[in-house]
């Protein structure tokens, strides 16, 4: 089914799906196709029927080559106004939000949860288990575990462990964080930081692995207000930028 007010470009293929109005999908996208599922047996992989459907609601808009595919046994959906760019793959069973922007060659899914007005930057993905919820970002290549001791001819799939990132978080770009952790409200993880528990709320954690910041990394951060450009006696001062810490020194720098 097909809303109205549609665009879709060349070479795009529709199965298995509800879409909106309003909707975009650029050339090459696939969307409704098998989800490739299939589970590890005795005599090998075996392949599992994929009877779901994907929902795209209005105003979305899905960048060329992209793929969403469709649930093996309950729907994939992407939410509102969601933008998606290029090269990206949602996967069977995944929920994303409304109002979310997620950047080129990302992979989401399958069996993963995005909340409304959620940013993925380029090439994240976020494997079976994690549950972002709203307004969370995550910076380019950030990295989300699901698995202790992977191994290749060893199904894990019953150990993966849950990852819940809680509203408003922010992970820098090539933060890693492991599996089975909780990222409270508004907390930040800085760029290339390792988590290794669970940053509270408000908290900001930084080095890897990651450790707190220091407790005036939040006061820091905010800019300072300009100072005046003259003085009670009219000799004009230069303004100063406000200080920052070396997180891995701790020196301070202006």
């Known amino acids: ?3 109205s007010d ?3 470009g060349a070479t795009a293929t529709l199965s298995h799906c509800l879409v909106g109005s309003r909707v975009v999908i650029h050339p090459g996208v696939r969307i409704g196709q098998d989800g490739f599922g299939f589970a590890m047996g005795a005599a090998g992989h075996l392949k599992v029927p994929q009877i779901g459907r994907v929902v795209i609601e209005d105003d979305v808009e899905i960048g060329a080559n992209s793929c969403i595919d469709r649930g093996a046994n309950r729907d994939t959906v992407i939410g509102e106004g969601t933008k998606i760019w290029h090269f990206s793959h949602v996967l069977p069973h995944t929920t994303i939000g ?3 922007v997620i950047g080129q060659n990302c992979v989401i899914g399958p069996d993963v949860a995005v909340g409304d007005k ?8 976020l494997y079976k288990g994690v549950i972002l919820e709203d307004g969370v970002f995550c910076g380019p290549s950030c990295v989300f575990t699901n698995v202790r001791n992977p191994r290749a001819f060893v199904s894990r799939k019953e150990a993966f462990e849950p990852t819940l990132v809680k509203r408003g978080a922010s992970i820098g770009a090539n933060a890693t ?7 409270g409200e508004y907390c930040f993880v800085a760029a290339g930081a390792g988590t290794d528990g669970s940053p509270k709320s408000s ?3 930084a080095q890897a692995p990651a450790a707190p910041a ?3 990394m939040a006061q820091q951060q905010k800019m300072q207000p300009p100072a005046s450009s003259l003085t009670t006696g009219g000799a004009a001062t230069l303004n100063r930028q406000p200080m920052s810490r070396d997180l891995a020194s701790g020196k301070t720098t202006t």
């Open 118 to 125: 959620c940013k993925i930057q380029n090439n994240v993905s």
């Open 1 to 3: 089914v097909l809303g």
């Open 214 to 216: 220091s407790p005036t």
């Open 98 to 100: 409304k109002g979310c």
């Open 203 to 205: 908290g900001s954690a």
């Open 6 to 8: 549609c665009v879709i």
């Open 177 to 183: 964080i492991r599996l089975g952790v909780t990222l």
